[in-house]
């Protein structure tokens, strides 16, 4: 979630790499488990896409294969402080 390296967050809590990976893993093995992905984790259909889209051949087009990418998901991307002047003022 902070996108801290498994470094990082050893050095906040005191652990060795080891020991926040295994505790990471054991919380990622959970969170695939039946009960919490089939109650939380819901993919989108096609009836979820809104109908101003779906009804505009311009839009449909480009977004008819498009499966739950348009549902108000944020995903964090950032790049490196050294890749910043490159794609500074681009879209």
Request: charged residues 20%.
């Amino acid at each position: 979630v902070t996108g801290l390296t498994i470094r990082h967050v050893g050095e906040h809590f005191q652990q060795s790499n080891e020991t926040i990976s295994q505790y990471f893993h054991k919380i990622l093995f959970i969170l695939l488990l039946s009960p919490f992905y089939s109650t939380y984790v819901k993919m989108s259909g096609a009836d979820d896409i809104q109908p101003k889209i779906r009804g505009d051949k311009r839009f449909w087009l480009y977004f008819k294969d498009v499966i739950g990418v348009l549902d108000g998901s944020h995903i964090h991307a950032a790049l490196a402080s050294e890749d910043w002047v490159v794609y500074q003022n681009h879209k």
